[in-house]
């Protein structure tokens, strides 16, 4: 564990000197302090996945905290490779991306240490086994990303999602502190060891722990309806930070639903039914919101709650495997959502840097401005797409093969006995399907509106060239890595097998397994010569093209294409969403012509969210109104401040006087 320790020491270290430096080399010792840390980090939690083993130390920190012991065991050390390695790309891209803020005054040295605090309260998150100290760097987790959120604060909308972040993680907090609190009271200690022994044979207050831990892990993963700061924060971030927060750091909610899982054991029914059925919801909801949005990265936000829902279902159909002693449908539910968070982790962060290329050179998010920067950004629109193809599930990219799992776990719990298990499948199985045809229709609609067609306003025609090398690299290595998982997943199969053996202790799981590793290894032929005849078709289509001529034809009174005769993101999805209006909350802004000639006329729809518009708007306005009364209190009378605190006082008297005696 000494390389561990290191490893953070590093990533400390390399906090510090950035401060320190000028600039232009800020991101490059970060870069490189994080790339150290990441080796020293990848050695252990790949040897700990290698061998099924358990690296750990305890360490005396204070007479409070006392022994804390830091342990990477399987599922801490797949956490940690995917912490360490996605972060390193965000780091890299970010040399590249902060460029024009250097020299503007942004306080890009704060920027630089916050962002290596959170990467290493990450993997402190996912190591630590003290109930206290993990509350104290999951705290240091979210006021790290709260400051990266308000990088921009002098945007009026960047400092109200930084604030509305901020409220949700503290509100996770009280839930995880009270699921600790009865893990304390039951195991009389701080030590995650004692807390699966003092919940054996105990099935109510197991079943209070975890979804009191479901609640508070679930803000910070942003299942539905948890997830209304998700939307706003990542937008308002830098687009190495949506990247990370998105890729990596939502995922730490994740490992908190599965560590106290983990104490749980065997989960009831009831838990499993919830877990699936929220999930099942948070990825129907998030790709159905993310087809109504016009801001590229608002859009990807919530494809982070889709996909938060797709890793849901997995453990959901884990935890049911689980609950009806069913090994086979619970390894498959687990290996299909854990691969997923790494899928996710890959192809999430590749968008949201090519989302970040485009509003670096466009200058806007929002894409009905866009259009035609295929020909300017080709190596940006070659992985915004390889990126979409991915998220959306299709061969041959990872996307296809974490969701594959889950369909077959599915699909082998369906002829149970159990008729509420056999149509909460069916119905999940339909909504998953479901999921993928929006997905689908979604990032249809964000390619060709963004990147084909003709530019619909000055940010889109005045670009010169693609983003630079430096962040063309890491989308380019994300890219080829969707692809790599894809062509050949079972390597990875392989290495989820070994968390997912710390939920299913059975030997029934191998032969499917092997049956599982023996069906995708023929999946990566036939996706090897599909390839090969694309490649063919390609060829024989360059030749062609070589020989022909092209020629205007009379084109029937039609000049030529401009930017108000093709779709726009509204109209493109419009016929979908209009079956669908219960669950939207639909505002206008429309100007009507009124003259013979008008000289402006316009029509903007806006998607809101009915969660947003019903629930949580209504309720900051009664909280509002109710603060409102309070405002005499502060009346700048220093006098009547004296008098609120004698009477205060003497409250304060009389009641010791009144209970003491």
Known sequence: MEIYFLALGMLFAGALISAAVKEQWKFKVCSVFTLIASVMLFIPAAAVLLTGGTMGQTVYMSPILGDV??????LSAFFVIVISVMSLFGTIYANGY????????????????????????????????????????WELMSLSSFFLVIFEGEKKEVISAGIKYLVYMHLSVIFIIAAFVLLNIQSNSLSFADFA??????????????????AGF????????????????????PSHVSGIMSGVMIKTGIYGILRVLLFVGTPSKLAAYTVLIISVISALYGV???????????????????????????????????????????????????????????????????????????????????????????????????????ICGLPPFNGFISEFLIYAGMLQGVPSSEINLFITLIFAIAGLAMVGTMAILCFTKASGITFLGNPR????????????????????????????????????????????????????????????????????????????????????????????????????????????????????????????????????????????????????????????????????????????????????????YILFGLIFLILAIVGIIYFGG
């Open 288 to 390: 159905l919101y993310a087809i109504t949005q016009h801001d590229i990265k608002r859009l990807l936000a919530y494809h982070s709650i889709e996909n938060i829902g797709i890793i849901g279902i997995g453990m959901g159909i884990g935890m049911l495997g689980l609950a009806y002693s069913n090994p086979v449908v619970a390894a498959l539910g687990f290996a299909g959502g854990i691969l997923h968070i790494l899928n996710h982790s890959i192809f999430k962060e590749l968008l949201f840097f090519a989302a970040g290329s485009v509003y670096l050179k466009t200058h806007t998010r929002n894409i009905e401005k866009l259009g035609g920067l295929a020909k300017n950004m080709p190596y940006t629109t070659l992985m915004f797409i390889v990126g979409s193809v991915a």
């Open 197 to 214: 022994s003092a919940l054996q044979n105990n099935t109510n207050l197991a079943n209070v722990v975890f979804l009191l831990a479901f």
């Open 98 to 137: 902060m460029k024009p803020y250097f020299n503007k005054g942004m306080n890009v040295a704060s920027h630089c240490f916050f962002l290596m605090m959170l990467i290493t309260s990450m993997i402190l998150v996912v190591t630590v086994q003290n109930a206290l100290f993990f509350l104290i760097v």
């Open 457 to 640: 306003s000055e940010n889109a025609i005045n670009i010169q060239g693609d983003v630079s090398r430096v962040m063309i690299i890491p989308m380019g290595i994300l890219a080829f890595l969707t692809f790599f998982i894809g062509m050949y997943p079972q390597y990875f199969i392989g290495a989820v097998l070994v968390p997912v053996s710390m939920f299913i202790k059975s030997e029934a799981i191998m032969p499917v397994f092997n049956s599982v590793m023996e069906l995708v290894s023929v999946l990566s032929w036939y996706f090897f010569i599909f390839l090969i005849m694309l490649l063919v078709l390609f060829a024989i289509r360059a030749v062609f093209n070589r020989k022909m001529q092209i020629h205007n034809t009379w084109g029937c009174g039609y000049d030529r294409a401009n930017n108000h005769m093709q779709y726009t993101a509204s109209s493109y999805a419009d016929l979908f969403i209009s079956t669908l209006k219960p669950l939207f909350k639909r505002v206008t802004h429309i100007k009507k012509p009124k003259e013979l000639f008008p000289k402006e006329a316009y029509y903007e729809l806006e998607i809101e969210d009915i969660e947003e518009a019903y629930i949580v708007k209504p309720l900051v306005m009664w909280d509002e109104k109710l603060l409102a009364k309070f405002e005499r209190i502060q009346s700048g009378n220093i006098q009547q």
């Open 218 to 237: 679930g803000i910070k993963a942003g299942f539905v309806p948890f997830h209304n700061w998700l939307p706003d924060a990542h937008p308002a971030a």
């Open 69 to 74: 012991e830091f342990i990477i065991d399987p």
